[in-house]
RNA sequence: UGGGCCGUCGCCAAGUUGGUUAAGGCACUGGGUUUUGAUCCCAGCAUACCUAGGUUCGAAUCCUAGCGGCCCAGCCA
């Protein structure tokens, strides 16, 4: 367990779920003796995404939870590379970046499908030595027309009732290379008319003559995932195999692959168990691979690592945490019920961690300056600022106050709305650490837009003075020296669709009518603008996240930050009851 | 319309061997603290468990019949 996950760990109270429950169940009948093995298994052929995050903390947060009471569990990271032609080894690297993330050491723990192939094979050729698989040689057209439909049974092949002997010799010759792509399948002998389709003469092993990005040309038959993932769990010892709800209506052809396994000799009881819970359903965010893959390749995004993608590599350069992500799944927690999380939910445990992780900073988004016309000329007055207002062993940090100021565009407003109180003509505010001032007087230009805005502070009123709390005033804004703080690119992230449901059916749509989720885009999901950032900004660390405050979380990007170029991009904003109303 | 899964507060989600007033979180509302309209603290928030019947002293939990949602006809995973 990383340090990460040792802090992850102790975040949240466990909460009872069904998963939970079966696992004691097993615990108390000792079924797998003192051990709970469970598995992550990416296919290696794109990125992680959020959906992913709630896989990796159920598997690998079951495996560190039941360690104490069973000391032989464990969770895999087991690569799902079957299929040759889909594979990346460059997915495997970024897979592996993505859980060790996230808090998981899988040094040790990590494997391949692939590993299995010579194992997998043997298996096969059990099935098919007990008459329980056969070579199938019709091609793939005559296949789906002999499957049956939902309410028809298919019929069986011509080719099912080959001996024993012809189809072991068929099998081996595939296995040669002596045939081309989909000459031939092997397929396990189940039930044609079986209402669930899954059983009817499922596939085992197809040819595909294609290099693998481990096993190189050493296989030209590759295994089908329903065979190889029993196979492989077994093979690994997992006890609890967890899957996604679609998988429901594969378990009984997991369990018919092991039990005759078993039966066969080839593995020992007990035998792992495959259990579906519901996958994560976001709004404002696609989570399909498909769409994930579109959205790179179209160029709607700046690739997988946009921090607007809900990929995890986005999400770490979006300045989203580990922690939050932790937070995140327990939250959520694991049922079978489809549901729908609000975005929000998500964005809430980031700014619950980060609240209490990020030190605070003063940044001015939008600059307007600010003329204190009472302050002296070339006098700087430092002022000091709490690094945490609930930390206050970070200690605090000077900023230094002078005849000109940068404030939030946003602060000033020539005629206020009802129930503003920030800075407006003829009224005071606290300048946050500093004096009250009140405002004098603005300029404009030809256009109306504000160019400057003048006011006198009063120097009695000091933060931190005596005698400074005695005034109150309502408003507090922040600000930074014109001459003390320097420039800095700030990327501002919002969600990548504007709506809730990206492609789904809204109000007008004719009844047939299939919404692209690309139209639905949210244009102004990334806009850069350049702001002012205390000095010493400029040199913090790539990744270090702070809260700049009155508007929100921020991290310097993971790849372009430079202390040349300071650039910070906009994880998450403040919640904020203000402009709300 | 074959098979499978699901239906508890706006969003999640405990509870399901039937037994006091249906956990908890988020959101929301009200109040307090506060030099972030942030945070934090306190309080409120389902006579109700998809619907309708039934069994029972007693049902979200059992039975029956409906209704609604999701998944399955890749040599993908």
């Given at each position: 367990m990383t340090d990460q996950a040792a802090e992850t760990a102790t975040t949240n109270p466990v909460v009872s779920n069904f998963i939970r429950s079966r696992i004691d169940e097993d615990c108390a009948h000792k079924t797998y003796g003192r051990k709970v093995a469970t598995r992550f298994p990416p296919e290696p052929n794109g990125f992680l995404h959020f959906g992913h995050a709630k896989s990796i903390f159920l598997n690998f947060g079951l495996a560190q939870d039941y360690l104490a009471q069973c000391p032989q569990s464990l969770c895999n990271l087991r690569f799902d590379d079957t299929n040759p032609t889909k594979e990346e080894t460059e997915y495997v690297d970024a897979i592996r970046e993505d859980v060790a993330w996230l808090g998981f050491d899988t040094s040790g723990r990590e494997y391949y499908a692939s590993d299995y192939f010579e194992r997998l094979y043997q298996c096969a050729e059990q099935l098919v030595h007990a008459g329980l698989a056969y070579v199938d040689s019709q091609d793939s057209e005559s296949l789906r027309a002999t499957r049956g439909t939902l309410t028809e049974p298919g019929t069986n092949s011509?080719?099912?009732?080959?001996?024993i002997e012809e189809n072991l010799d068929l099998f081996r010759r595939m296995r040669a290379g002596e045939f081309a792509d989909g000459a031939h399948i092997l397929r396990a002998k189940i039930d044609m008319a079986a209402p669930n389709m899954n059983l009817r003469d499922p596939a085992i092993y197809r040819i595909r003559h294609a290099h693998h990005h481990r096993t190189g040309d050493a296989w030209c038959i590759y295994p089908m995932y329903d065979f190889a993932h029993c196979v492989s769990d077994a093979i690994e010892g997992i006890t609890h195999s967890l899957c996604t709800l679609e998988f429901t209506d594969h378990r009984p052809l997991y369990e018919w692959f092991l039990d005759r396994l078993a039966e066969l000799g080839a593995f020992n009881r007990p035998l792992p168990q495959q259990i579906e819970f519901s996958r994560l359903n976001l709004t404002y965010v696609v989570l399909s691979k498909r769409k994930l893959i579109q959205l790179v390749n179209d160029g709607h995004v700046d690739g997988w690592n946009d921090p607007r993608l809900p990929t995890l590599k986005g999400a770490r350069r979006r300045g989203f945490t580990p922690t939050g992500f932790k937070l995140f799944a327990d939250r959520i927690g694991i049922s079978k019920s489809d549901s729908l999380i609000d975005y929000q939910v998500l964005e809430d445990c980031m700014r619950e961690d980060l609240n209490e992780r990020a030190e605070r900073r003063v940044a001015v988004l939008n600059p307007l300056k600010l003329v204190l016309t009472n302050f002296p000329e070339n006098h700087i007055e430092p002022c000091f600022a709490p690094n945490h207002p609930h930390h206050a062993e970070l200690g605090k940090r000077e900023i230094p106050l002078s005849r000109e100021l940068w404030i939030e565009r946003e602060d000033f407003m020539i005629e206020p709305t009802k129930g503003f109180f920030r800075l407006t003509p003829g009224k005071e505010v606290r300048l946050r650490y500093g004096y009250i001032i009140k405002c004098t007087g603005f300029d404009r230009d030809e256009s109306g837009q504000v160019t400057q805005v003048y006011g006198e502070y009063d120097a009695d009123t000091k933060s931190g003075t005596p005698g400074s709390e005695t005034r109150k005033v309502k408003g507090n804004i922040h600000w930074l020296s014109c001459a003390h703080s320097v420039p800095a690119e700030i990327r501002f992230y919002d969600r990548l669709f504007r709506t809730a449901a990206p492609g789904g059916r809204q109000e007008g749509d004719a009844p047939d009518f299939e919404r692209d989720f690309l139209t639905d885009i949210n244009p102004n999901a990334k806009q850069i603008q350049v702001g002012r950032v205390e000095q010493a900004l400029a040199h913090c660390p790539a990744e270090s996240c702070y809260q700049f405050e009155r508007n929100g979380y921020f991290v310097a990007d993971q790849f372009d930050h430079t202390p040349g170029k300071p650039i910070f991009n906009r994880t998450v904003t403040l919640r904020d009851s203000w402009s709300k109303n």
């Open positions: 011509p080719y099912r009732a080959r001996s």
